[in-house]
């Protein structure tokens, strides 16, 4: 087993999900992780009726052999981009009910967004996962039964890139109350009075606001107007 390769074990499997006579298709160009998976399903009780090392030949098996649920790299030949997830898109339209579980080396956000808004039935994974094989027959089941799967590092990727993604996420949260009564149109008097503030006080989380919110003063836009339409756009 070379390095990297997660470790399947031996022997059968005990205390494990209800895999029974599930039949799967796998699809890696790794020939070793396709095996070890392979040896993993069948101690597990799955009929591995058809393997693939690229995404062509994987629609030949999937469309020959109809199985109830497909294990597929993201990477496959011949470009190593996304012939993986490319069949998985075609295996969904052409068979709504199959189950499908995509693997990939790293969490790729807006490609795994787009498989999890195909329906049910489907999941995704970081290879590093399958090394826990209870948490990965665990998976499996989840996704033959018609749930769904995420790996816990997409979704802290997730959380990451809306955080990024949010232009309000700099400001306090007093500067977030004094822009939110800006866009109710409040004068900095008015939003004293709201805050039991002074006006100069507002008028500093004003200055500030506009600063993290990088509004320079420009002789077309009202920096104060901008700045409600970026708290309007976040909302």
């Given amino acids: 087993m070379t390095p990297g390769t997660p470790g399947f074990g031996d022997g059968p499997l005990e205390d494990g999900p209800a895999l029974a006579d599930l039949r799967v298709v796998l699809a890696d160009d ?16 799955c009929a591995v009726v058809g393997q693939a090392a690229d995404a062509a030949r994987l629609l030949d098996v999937v469309r020959q052999a109809q199985p109830e649920l497909v294990v597929v790299d993201i990477r496959m030949p ?3 981009a ?19 579980l995509v693997l990939s080396a790293h969490a790729e956000v807006e490609h795994a967004m787009e498989l999890l808004a195909s329906g049910h039935g489907v999941g995704y994974l ?19 039964r018609g749930g769904s799967v995420v790996d816990p590092a997409l979704v802290q990727e997730l959380v990451t ?9 700099v400001l306090s949260s007093r500067e977030r109350e004094v ?37 320079p003063e420009t002789d077309d836009d009202h920096r104060r107007v901008r700045a409600v339409i970026t708290y309007l756009d976040a909302r």
């Avoid at 969904?92 to 009910?97: D, G, I, K, L, S």
């Avoid at 149109?185 to 006006?199: D, K, Q």
């Fill in 82 to 100: 996304t012939e993986g997830l490319d069949a998985a898109r075609t295996i969904r339209q052409e068979f709504p009910a199959m189950g499908i």
């Fill in 161 to 169: 890139a809306r955080h990024r993604a949010d232009p309000l996420a």
């Fill in 30 to 45: 790794d020939v070793l992780l396709r095996e070890g998976l392979a040896s993993l399903l069948q101690r597990s009780g």
């Fill in 126 to 144: 970081l290879k590093t996962r399958v090394g826990d094989v209870r948490e990965f027959l665990e998976a499996l089941d989840r996704i033959a």
């Fill in 78 to 80: 011949p470009g190593q």
């Fill in 179 to 215: 822009l939110e009564l800006m866009a109710e149109g409040r004068s900095n008097a008015g939003i004293g009075r709201r805050l039991w503030v002074t006006e100069g006080t507002v008028e500093k989380h004003v200055r500030s606001i506009l600063a993290k919110l990088d509004l």
